[in-house]
């Protein structure tokens, strides 16, 4: 009997293994039941970044204060993976998720993950309200370019974005952008110059369904009968 291999990852990474063999079959990721769990979050507790710190979140989904939509998505490997980083470093919007169901509670999570990861990218500052704003600045800059990174990968086919395209749609880019994006799960892509992708296709994919609410949301209050605005909406519709 050979020997059975698993791969795990998103199929277009596997153009680049040569002789591959054309047999392979795809399997289901199924939901992690209580004992997996636990497992999982065994190891997590054992990672050097999380000693010393709040790493109990398996007696918390175990307990009774735990909201019933966090126990539901918790079974869901990429979830639960996103639970334990803000549970970790509390950041997770308790009080939110308790009033959501199990598909406004993904949006909570996607969206407090972004703010936690933005607020993870620290400015050298100090006491003054110079400093505050330019850090303000910064995040604002760290949302917009997350934003127009995820519409550059949506419209490039949902895989891959050009830093180039994402370049020409930001004013003025104020940091290196590969090396940016790098903190915020978009890598280099393999093989391919200019190009980068998402770790997690869901993460940019939920960035493009937030601007796009936004806009859709902007576009609403629209005066149907001002032309000016009427073609700034239709410009943007096409961007």
């Known amino acids: 009997m050979g020997h059975r291999v698993l791969i795990t990852g998103r199929t277009n990474t596997l153009k680049y293994i040569t002789n591959l063999p054309h ?128 519409v550059a990968v949506v419209q490039s086919g949902g895989v891959f974005g050009s830093v180039s395209m994402i370049k020409s749609r930001l004013q003025e880019p104020q940091t290196d952008i590969p090396a940016t994006l790098n903190q915020f799960y978009f890598i280099p892509a393999q093989k391919q110059e200019d190009k980068i992708e998402c770790y997690h296709k869901t993460f940019s994919e939920f960035l493009f369904a937030e601007k796009l609410t936004k806009s859709l949301q902007y576009w609403s209050r629209f005066n149907l009968d001002d032309q000016e605005q009427i073609q700034e909406m239709n410009w943007q519709i096409y961007d």
């Open 23 to 150: 047999n392979l079959e795809r399997v289901e990721i199924l939901e992690m039941d209580r004992k997996i769990q636990e497992k999982w979050l065994k190891k997590w507790a054992l990672l050097p970044e999380n000693q010393v710190k709040k790493i109990d979140l398996d007696d918390f989904l175990s307990s009774k204060k735990c909201p019933s939509t966090i126990k539901k998505l918790a079974v869901e490997p990429l979830y639960l993976h996103l639970l334990a980083l803000m549970y970790r470093d509390e950041k997770l919007a308790f009080n939110k998720l308790e009033q959501a169901n199990k598909r406004t509670a993904k949006v909570v999570i996607w969206q407090e993950f972004v703010n936690w990861l933005i607020a993870k990218q620290k400015l050298t500052l100090d006491d003054s309200e110079v400093n505050n704003q330019e850090y303000q600045n910064y995040q604002s800059y760290l949302q917009n370019l997350l934003t127009e990174t995820a």
